[in-house]
């Protein structure tokens, strides 16, 4: 069979393609949010218990699929995952109440957990050390690609059909994604497509200490959860990820009520605050690896990038004293870009710290502690918003990545074999 130059490539993209799907499924409802609202009379508060149906569950899902997929593999379970939450998606159009769309979300959330541990996974298995970040990045801006690509795409199916369309649209991508993957995703030492030197520079290029010793030894949760690195990566993102679902959830209905936008002008402007954090996915990989390559050790130089993201992340706090509607629409951009610098080091700092085969479940379980934050966020954005408006949660939110740049500083601790394979 013909050998495909750096193949590992097409493999992390494969999953980015397929993290797009993701994200846009999950997005869809905060695009279509103000049309739901407004023709089922849902109210605010209940519409936060539909998104905290889908973050609760997504929150204990990321843990449970991360170990799931460590347990059968990454190419069976990513797939079966993906064939769940496409099925889920489409079932948003079969129900008009609040309760039958919290169960929807809840399964959808569950299934979708497998998204950001099975795109470290993969990373993790298909890239040398030093390239690991930037394939990180590259595989990440899925999550933001997809969420911009929901704004036109949700609202056309909205103006042409209705809301429920959209969601059968939505939900048949994931359908399609499922079976893409189980048909073209392999483990390098199992790719007939990739060639032995390929093979020898990822392997060559990989933490040995992170290698597994026993094939058949099983990845322990307390294993886990009694290292501090954990730890300093899972509070890092449970202050980081409150971001990142005000703006996939709140931000449009923002955009609505405070900024006076239509359903034509959220088309026009709520996907740029995912285009932003698009360029964040990919600065991240790069920025860490200009800091690597000048001697600073692979480990800081993904704590100095956070920390870039968690300065600039600051300037989403002046959205709650700007009056230019446009203006604000660039600082919430910012803060996409911001959000997703730091976000995408935080989830490739699992790869980079843990075994192979503990690699998936340990960033599911720091993935639950993000969603944890995020939740929470949430359920006050919902319960306050009325009373308070947007401005408080903004300038909260210009604070909590600091507050997690001085804890990963404080927690992580550089395994010095790492050094050996950073430059």
Not at 255 to 271: D, P, Q
Request: glycine content about 10%; some cysteine; overall charge neutral.
């Amino acid at each position: 069979m013909k050998k495909i130059p750096k193949f590992r490539w097409c493999m992390i993209l494969l999953v980015c393609a397929i993290t797009i799907i993701n994200y846009l499924d999950r997005t869809a409802l905060g695009v279509a949010a103000p049309t739901i609202l407004e023709t089922t009379g849902i109210t605010k508060e209940q519409y936060s218990w539909i998104v905290s149906a889908f973050q609760l569950a997504y929150t204990i899902g990321q843990p449970i699929m991360g170990f799931f997929i460590d347990t059968i593999g990454l190419r069976l379970g990513f797939a079966i995952c993906a064939v769940i939450w496409g099925l889920a998606t489409m079932g948003h159009a079969l129900t008009g109440t609040w309760q039958g769309l919290a169960f929807m979300r809840g399964v959808m959330g569950f299934s979708e957990a497998s998204a950001i541990p099975a795109g470290i996974k993969t990373a993790t298995t298909w890239f040398p050390a030093k390239e690991r970040g930037i394939a990180s990045g590259v595989f990440n801006m899925g999550t933001s690609f997809g969420a911009m690509l929901a704004p036109p795409l949700i609202a056309w199916c909205i103006l042409f059909q209705g809301w429920q369309f959209a969601f059968v649209v939505s939900g048949s991508l994931a359908l399609f994604a499922a079976l893409a993957w189980f048909i073209f995703y392999r483990d390098p030492k199992d790719s007939k497509i990739l060639s032995p030197e390929e093979r020898e520079y990822i392997e060559a290029g990989q933490e040995k200490y992170l290698g597994v010793d026993n094939q058949k030894e099983k990845v322990s949760l307390a294993t886990i959860l009694t290292q501090r690195n954990f730890w300093g990566i899972g509070i890092a993102r449970f202050l980081a990820d409150p971001a990142w679902g005000t703006i996939n959830f709140w931000v449009p209905i923002f955009f609505v009520e405070t900024l006076h936008f239509s359903l034509k002008e959220i088309a026009m402007f709520v996907w740029l605050p995912f285009l932003m954090a698009d360029l964040g996915c990919l600065a991240s990989g790069f920025v860490a690896k200009f800091f690597n390559d000048r001697g600073v050790s692979l480990i800081n130089s993904r704590l100095i990038t956070f920390t870039i993201g968690a300065v600039l992340m600051m300037t989403i706090g002046f959205v709650s004293i700007v009056e230019n509607p446009y203006l604000a629409v660039f600082l919430i951009s910012l803060g996409g870009f911001s959000h997703q610098l730091l976000s995408t080091v935080a989830s490739t700092l699992g790869g980079d710290l843990f075994k192979k085969n503990q690699v998936a479940t340990a960033v599911g379980m720091a993935g639950a502690c993000a969603w944890t934050g995020q939740l929470i966020f949430n359920l006050f954005i919902g319960a306050f918003v009325g009373i308070i408006g947007f401005g408080p949660f903004f300038i909260a939110l210009a604070f909590f990545d600091v507050i997690g740049a001085i804890v990963l500083w404080t927690f992580i601790r550089e395994n010095k074999v790492n050094n050996s394979i950073s430059n």
